[in-house]
């Protein structure tokens, strides 16, 4: 990373600082969580870090729709930098515990897919493909078995 210059550049550095020495992330980690977060602190700080006051959920909400209306990459990822990104401005003393719940979370498949369930005549056909006397046909009906009442 670059020298620091401006208040986002300081946070962002002492972030990665915590990324790395007490989260054990990789560099890449570091830098990919560093990246997705950046726009949110350079929209949210002007002068200096107590600006993060004017911080809230809606403009957390927003700002994760805005991006996976994108569809640039996996929104799940920019969640899960988000809310890391908020845990440390929390025991920084920057943001209140009020934001533990404020980030949205998101479905991560690709865009037009949708799930689909197997309809009773799948499943008949599915079991009775399983070589029942058999163990490993045996292993794989029971696991069938699991699947559907976890209803996956």
């Known amino acids: 990373m670059a020298v620091p210059c401006g208040p986002v550049d300081v946070l962002l550095t002492r972030y990665a600082g915590q990324l790395r020495h007490q989260r054990g ?13 950046r726009p949110l602190l350079c929209t949210e700080i ?3 870090e107590t ?33 890391s990104l908020l845990r440390f401005l929390r025991r920084e003393g920057l943001l209140s515990p009020a934001f533990d719940d404020a ?7 690709p865009s037009g897919v ?7 005549a799948d499943l008949a056909a599915l079991v009775a493909a399983c ?22």
């Open 46 to 48: 002007v002068s200096d």
């Open 114 to 120: 949708l799930d689909r369930s197997l309809t009773p």
């Open 25 to 37: 992330l990789s560099e890449s980690t570091i830098g990919y969580y560093l990246e997705l977060v």
């Open 131 to 152: 070589d029942r006397p058999g163990s490993v046909g045996l292993r794989d009906s029971a696991i069938l078995a699991v699947l559907v009442r976890l209803g996956l």
């Open 51 to 83: 600006d993060l006051a004017k911080l809230d959920a809606s403009t957390l909400i927003g700002f994760v729709t805005q991006y996976s209306a994108s569809g640039v990459r996996a929104p799940r990822r920019l969640t899960t930098a988000l809310r």
């Open 103 to 109: 980030v949205p979370t998101v479905a991560d498949r």
